[in-house]
């Protein structure tokens, strides 16, 4: 068992940029592939990134490539979204959860196995 917990959702305006965090418990972090999906009202769960356990590979959706980066900091148990350049589009609650087994770049939500419960980000116009 895996918890998660998410933070740095919010307000801003269109062009702007945050930084969301997860933090994970447990001693082997540095296994987990790590991923980021994002639900927006009325619409599924959809994918956004993932990051495998050491931070050398990743993967995006085509409709934030470029414009997120996803990192993690193993010593600190913690995966990163940076997001520049949003847009109203982006707004939705986003999610980190944990894929078991090796990398794959793992972009469903069956291959996940464990969830944070979100944090909301609502970029205005």
């Known amino acids: 068992q895996v918890q998660l917990v998410e933070s740095g959702g919010g307000l801003v305006q269109a062009g702007g940029s945050l930084r969301l965090s997860c933090a994970a418990s447990g001693r082997t972090f540095s296994s987990y592939v790590m991923g980021w999906f994002r639900q927006a009202p009325g619409k599924e769960r959809e994918f956004v990134a993932t990051?495998?356990?050491?931070?050398?590979?990743?993967y995006y959706a085509h409709s934030v490539k470029g414009r997120f980066t996803i990192s993690r900091d193993n010593a600190k148990n913690t995966v990163y979204l940076q997001m520049n350049s949003l847009k109203p589009e982006d707004t939705a609650v986003y999610y980190c959860?944990?894929?078991?087994?090796?990398?794959?770049?793992?972009?469903?939500?069956?291959?996940?196995?464990?969830w944070g419960q979100g944090t909301q980000v609502t970029v205005s116009s």
């Open positions: 959860a944990v894929a078991p087994g090796s990398w794959s770049a793992p972009d469903t939500e069956k291959e996940y196995a464990w």
């Open positions: 990051i495998s356990g050491r931070g050398l590979s990743t």
